[in-house]
């Protein structure tokens, strides 16, 4: 039985595809590694270097980490193999995102479109996400760090806000769907999801080529 692929729905935050003749547990395969080990960049570190506002520093760090930012993983190497051996990373495995803002006469709204990063690619997704309301007075100032994680670490560095396996309409017929938070396009984690996949078989398979049958028995 011949397999087969087609594209039902493809838009910027998600994709549809329908399969035909394709074993079910490579689906969910592809599925739980686009959720939990294709790469994205996220907020890890931050320096706060000023903050008069009501909110804690470590509130503050933990909603820039959950502003989706814009990936290009052919550019950055995951922390743990770059060879900077820097603890504040490299141009290779980290982008600086730094934001300075101050409420003068008026109650201002901080969002993730106030952020200045160094790398013009890597930005928010949406440039209207509150970070904080500063009153009259307040000031707000710091140094943000993003790298290359997974969503097995933590839900910040998720690809995905839904990859589903369903059944199609015949019998032999499955349904993956991807959706996006924006960091990367569908296509994007479909493809590094199933390089991953590749990846790992091949390490598999070559273990298993050197394994010493004979001394076992």
């Not at 994709?15 to 490579?26: D, G, H, K």
């Not at 930005?123 to 100032?141: E, F, R």
């Not at 097995?152 to 032999?172: F, L, R, S, Y």
């Not at 996006?180 to 199933?194: R, Y």
Request: with cysteine; proline share 4%.
């Amino acid at each position: 039985m011949n397999l087969s692929i087609n594209v039902l729905q493809e838009t910027d935050e998600k994709i549809v595809l329908q399969f035909t003749n394709m074993p079910r547990q490579y689906l969910n395969a592809i599925r739980r590694i686009s959720i939990s080990e294709v790469p994205t960049l996220a907020i890890d570190d931050v320096v706060i270097l000023e903050n008069s506002s009501v909110m804690h520093d470590e509130a503050i760090a933990h909603r820039l980490g959950l502003i989706p930012l814009r990936t290009e993983l052919n550019k950055f190497v995951l922390p743990q193999h770059c060879d900077c051996n820097n603890t504040l990373g490299c141009s290779k495995c980290r982008v600086l995102l730094i934001l300075d803002s101050e409420s003068t006469e008026k109650t201002r709204i901080v969002t993730s479109g106030d952020l200045v990063s160094e790398d013009e690619f890597v930005k928010p997704v949406s440039m209207n996400i509150p970070i904080i309301t500063l009153a009259p007075g307040q000031k707000l100032k710091f140094e943000a760090y993003a790298r290359l994680g997974t969503g097995k670490d933590h839900a910040k560095w998720q690809p995905t806000t839904a990859a589903i396996v369903k059944d199609g309409n015949d019998a032999n017929e499955s349904i993956l769907i991807i959706e996006t938070t924006g960091s990367l396009t569908p296509e994007e984690i479909l493809k590094s999801a199933v390089n991953i996949i590749n990846t790992k078989l091949t390490t598999l398979g070559d273990v298993v080529k050197n394994l010493d049958f004979q001394s076992a028995i």
